[in-house]
């Protein structure tokens, strides 16, 4: 962790809706040009972890703070940017509307819009209704409200559900710009791949207690399995049988093994086909470890 004062700090939160525990002891911190990626399946804590971030809840137990301040608080707020795919647009509105809106509410005067309008590419978009911007379009107008105020805490709430490719890469550099000026950023998403791609970072959210909180690598390489992939004259029951193999599945010509010990398989492959080829060994990925962790949790509870 930096030493600098952090951007986000939440510690010990604990929130309960009736008898369902959504967190439960969950401390957070976010740096500053750092990035944070909360992953975790569906009723984790992500979206209640979320709302007690940006003021929309007050902890019940625990304690949350931006730049040392409540966000609940108007002053804190203004350095606060979120966007969020599930809020959508009032559709009458223009797109020079919402965020000159967005910069007044900030404390902004309304001229503060252009220069992020600019940036964003949504100058000639301005007199444009919401409802008639394409996905790409209408994440940048979201981006472009959570800017505008030049927040210290950038919060993305799964931002690029719906987005090609090109709007994907798009909306990320626009993030990574801001991040080199020192803005923090949280994000939750279901896309691993993103998740691996831009986080400092992740955070494993599970029925509301953090699971992990490291690196990506980090993340990875605490599950050890390897997958090796060839073409081989070898047969699934000779696979299997190698010294090493947790699993092997073969189809057409080409065998799929998972492994902890690659060095002794790949021996035992080559010793036995010397035919073998096109052969490649791949680690574990973020999502394989996301899956690792819950399930691991699955099973200590059953047992």
């Known amino acids: 962790m930096g030493t600098e004062q952090a951007v986000l700090t939440a510690e010990g939160l604990r929130h309960r809706y009736g008898d369902l525990v959504a967190l439960d002891g969950v401390d957070l911190r976010v740096d500053p040009g750092e990035c944070v990626v909360l992953l975790g ?15 929309l809840r007050a902890p019940q137990h625990g304690a949350v703070r931006v730049l040392g301040g409540d966000p609940r608080r108007t002053a804190t707020r203004r350095r606060l940017g979120v966007a969020q795919q599930a809020l959508g647009f009032p559709t009458t509105l223009t797109v020079a509307e919402l965020v000159t809106g967005a910069a007044v509410r900030g404390g902004l005067r309304s001229s503060a819009a252009k220069p992020i309008m600019a940036e964003l590419g949504l100058t000639d978009l301005g007199r444009k ?108 029951t000779a696979l299997r049988a190698l010294p090493g193999v947790l699993s092997a599945t073969r189809e057409h010509d080409v065998a799929t093994v998972q492994t902890r010990a690659p060095e002794t398989v790949l021996r035992a492959l080559l010793d036995l086909d010397p035919a073998l080829a096109r052969l490649r060994v791949r680690d574990a990925g973020l999502e394989e470890a996301v899956l690792a962790l819950t399930a691991a949790r699955d099973e200590e509870e059953a047992a």
């Open 129 to 236: 209704r919401v409802a008639a911007l394409s996905g790409g379009q209408k994440q940048r107008v979201q981006l472009a409200m959570a800017l505008v105020t030049d927040p210290a805490l950038l919060v993305l709430d799964e931002p690029t559900t719906g987005l090609d490719t090109q709007a994907r890469r798009d909306f990320w550099r626009l993030v990574e710009q801001r991040r080199a000026r020192g803005v923090g950023v949280l994000v939750t998403t279901h896309v691993i791949e993103e998740a691996a791609a831009v986080a400092n970072r992740v955070v494993v959210l599970d029925r509301g207690t953090v699971l992990v909180d490291a690196t990506p690598t980090e993340l990875v390489s605490r599950l050890p399995d390897r997958t090796i992939t060839a073409t081989t004259t070898l047969d699934v």
């Open 41 to 55: 399946p569906n009723g984790a804590g992500k979206s209640t972890l979320v709302s007690l971030v940006i003021g």
